[in-house]
């Protein structure tokens, strides 16, 4: 049982060759000084980085522009979770057809406690943070930064429960990442005030941008709900484009992990009726981006949301 043997505080382990692997996604956790930590989305894999920083090793099941929604474990992701010394996954059904997984690694077979941390990230909100749709939860949290940070400590609350010897590593790493999260929020807040009032209006392929909307000011209409497991009708795409056309709104956004064949369609559909309106761009919804673009991590794609928002929507 990995939880079980003697860890060395991080700092006195020989870091160099491990550090080789710790990137988000590769080899499957083994024998290690570290925390082996497994993540689901790459949102989280980030987080887990940033605060797990040198006493962990992260690794994520899902790449970039994949979509959680749709996202079936793998035998080989089993594997990697029973593996690790901590499981992070979002919650609110975000990994909706991970269904329960992660309970099961908690537990043995005969009920037994493994030992093993899993972390649902969600649990650091509270029940009043959660935007409900018809009685479903949002799970799309991490676009509201201050409900990020939240996550964030739930996350550094379950390392240092798996891990109590780094306690001050993983708190002195949350304290600095909280600022660097304050700022990234400053940031989106500035770039919203370039938009005029009346174009706050953000039109994506699904219902990701909910507590975007809420946290920054923006009207969010997705062509898809908040799960990308129901197909858009011929209904939504022509109340969506009644809308677009009625207040002419200057642009709408397609989605990194999503197909770009609806909003294609939306667009048309709003020509039909009169007006054009242009591709805003692409945002990182359900995913981060890749690191030739500094945007594999959260802060980096959502500072390039921000910008692409801003830039599509200013006169
Ligand atoms: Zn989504």
Redo the contacts with the bound molecule.
Sequence with gaps: MTLLKKRLPCLAVMAAVLLAFAACQGEKPGKSDKLTVVTTTTMLCDLAKQIGGDCTEVWGLMGSGVDP?QYRASAGDISKMQNADAVIYSGLHLEGKMGDVFASLEKSENSENTGKKVICAADGLEEKDIIYNDGVPDP?IWFDVHLWSLAAEEVAKGLTEADPENEVAYKNNLEEYKKQLAELDSYIRAKTEEIPQGQRVLITA?D?FGYFGRAYGYDVRGLQG???ATEAGTADVSRLADFIAENKIRAVFVESSLPVKNIQALMEAVKSRGFETSLGGSLY??STGDGETGTDTYIGAFKHNADVITEALKP
């Design positions: 929604h799309h699904h990701a908040i799960s990308t919804s359900d």
